[in-house]
């Protein structure tokens, strides 16, 4: 499989700044009859999970995928179908940083819609205009974790495929 001209674009970006380091985990699709029937994958759902303490960023990642028959090359529409698949763990990535960070500008590659749910845990409150662009804050609050307690701002928001979306960033 090759990679994309607008995904290597995309890709080089985040290299160029030398502010980013690529991480890569390697996803297992489920077996398919007819492999050369299905396109690339969508992402279906993301949730982040960020802790944002004392200059450093925890961020834990669910995703859940979607791979449609029908679309690769020479497939008849009647053959359309879908198969949804997830990993059945977290991707946990740690790092320093001065702003909460999340990666969304990756959404554009999607052909459909992608659902976003971020979970923001901070030791301060986030301040009155925090504002995540195209996400609506549903709920806050304080919640205990073991010996730590933090402010958690929960955000959903919906992305259309193939359309333009910048990463997050939140200053604390």
Same mark, same amino acid.
């Not at 996400?135 to 333009?164: M, P, T």
């Given at each position: /499989?090759?990679?994309?001209?607008?995904?290597?674009?995309?890709?080089?970006?985040?290299?160029?700044?030398?502010?980013?380091?690529?991480?890569?985990?390697?996803?297992?699709?489920?077996?398919?009859?007819?492999?050369? /029937?299905?396109?690339?994958? *969508?992402?279906?759902?993301?949730?982040?999970?960020?802790?944002?303490?004392n200059g450093?960023?925890?961020?834990?990642?669910?995703?859940?995928?979607?791979?449609?028959?029908? /679309?690769?090359?020479?497939?008849?529409?009647?053959?359309?179908?879908?198969?949804?698949?997830?990993?059945?763990?977290?991707?946990?990535?740690?790092?320093?940083?001065?702003?909460?960070?999340?990666?969304?500008?990756?959404?554009?590659? *999607?052909?459909?819609?992608?659902?976003? /749910?971020? *979970?923001?845990?901070?030791?301060?409150?986030?301040?009155?205009?925090?504002?995540?662009?195209?996400?609506?804050?549903?709920?806050?609050?304080?919640?205990?974790?073991?010996?730590?307690?933090?402010?958690?701002?929960?955000?959903?928001?919906?992305?259309?495929?193939?359309?333009?979306?910048?990463?997050?960033?939140l200053? *604390?």
């Amino acid at each position: /499989m090759r990679l994309s001209d607008k995904a290597q674009d995309l890709f080089d970006k985040y290299l160029r700044t030398e502010e980013f380091v690529i991480f890569e985990s390697l996803v297992e699709h489920p077996p398919v009859p007819h492999p050369q /029937m299905y396109a690339a994958c *969508n992402v279906l759902f993301q949730r982040g999970d960020i802790y944002f303490a004392n200059g450093r960023q925890d961020l834990y990642l669910w995703s859940r995928f979607q791979t449609t028959a029908g /679309m690769g090359p020479g497939a008849a529409s009647a053959t359309k179908h879908a198969i949804d698949f997830a990993p059945a763990y977290a991707l946990h990535v740690s790092f320093p940083t001065d702003s909460i960070w999340y990666p969304l500008e990756v959404t554009e590659l *999607n052909t459909g819609p992608t659902n976003v /749910m971020l *979970n923001v845990l901070t030791e301060k409150t986030l301040p009155d205009k925090a504002e995540v662009k195209g996400f609506r804050l549903e709920k806050g609050g304080r919640i205990d974790l073991g010996a730590h307690s933090y402010h958690l701002s929960h955000f959903r928001a919906r992305f259309e495929g193939g359309k333009a979306v910048p990463d997050v960033r939140l200053k *604390n």
